[in-house]
């Protein structure tokens, strides 16, 4: 069965550091997401992606923030310079086709630790 | 400000009994509502959904009611295996004019008993 995968499964930081999780969708799906759990809370959005532009992103989604998809199966998001508060599980998500209601399928996600 | 609310942070349940997970939303906008479970280190894993022009939709032992005038849906699991024991998230989103972003709520912990 297709399923969303995600890499590194951790990552460990010093706060200022530049960072990059990966993700490689569904091979078919076209709507792409970022998510962050900050532990003990609840998942939040950060960004949707499609056609190869944000569609949409939340305030949490400031400038040191950015997505890219660098080829036709890998989903990217920077964090430019880390802080502490940015400490978090980030998860992946990906939708299918254009017009059908479905779900979002997610990654296992990466366990983010900034230091 | 939350526009999906589980208010319920813990149900305990023992097997064979059925399992009722409550959400309330806020946001008149929602029309696309999903259950996901999740387990420790692990991503969320879709369960069921419903459109809000539906009231019920049914899979195998998970069952949810949607309750448009009361903005109020509820996961029915039954019944209940210890397998079952996990977080399970609410999520709605406004599916007209966007990409159907995810508000998520807070999670119920859910723990079967044998």
């Known amino acids: 069965e297709p399923e969303v995968t995600q890499t590194p499964s951790h990552q460990v930081t010093q706060m200022g550091q530049e960072v990059i999780l990966r993700c490689v969708p569904i091979?078919?799906?076209?709507?792409f997401y970022w998510y962050r759990q900050i532990l003990g809370q609840k998942v939040e959005f950060l960004v949707s992606f499609y056609n190869n532009e944000i569609s949409e992103k939340s305030e949490i989604f400031d400038d040191q923030f950015s997505v890219e998809r660098p080829d036709g199966s890998n989903f990217t998001l920077k964090i430019r310079s880390t802080k502490l508060e940015d400490s978090a599980m980030y998860f992946c998500?990906?939708?299918?086709?254009?017009?059908?209601?479905?779900?979002?399928?997610f990654g296992p996600g990466t366990r983010l630790t900034v230091l | 400000d939350q526009q999906v609310k589980q208010n319920s942070p813990s149900l305990s349940v023992q097997e064979g009994r059925i399992s009722i997970l409550n959400c309330d939303y806020t946001?008149?906008?929602?029309?696309?509502f999903l259950w996901y479970k999740k387990y420790p280190a692990e991503g969320p894993t879709f369960l069921i959904s419903i459109s809000s022009i539906k009231d019920k939709n049914e899979d195998g032992r998970f069952t949810v009611f949607l309750n448009k005038s009361a903005k109020h849906l509820s996961l029915h699991i039954v019944p209940s295996q210890p397998g079952d024991s996990a977080v399970y998230f609410c999520a709605a989103s406004a599916t007209g004019g966007s990409q159907g972003n995810l508000i998520f709520g807070k999670g119920t912990k859910l723990s079967v008993k044998p």
């Open positions: 998500a990906s939708k299918g086709p254009a017009g059908i209601i479905n779900e979002q399928f």
């Open positions: 091979s078919n799906h076209l709507y």
């Open positions: 946001n008149s906008m929602f029309d696309y």
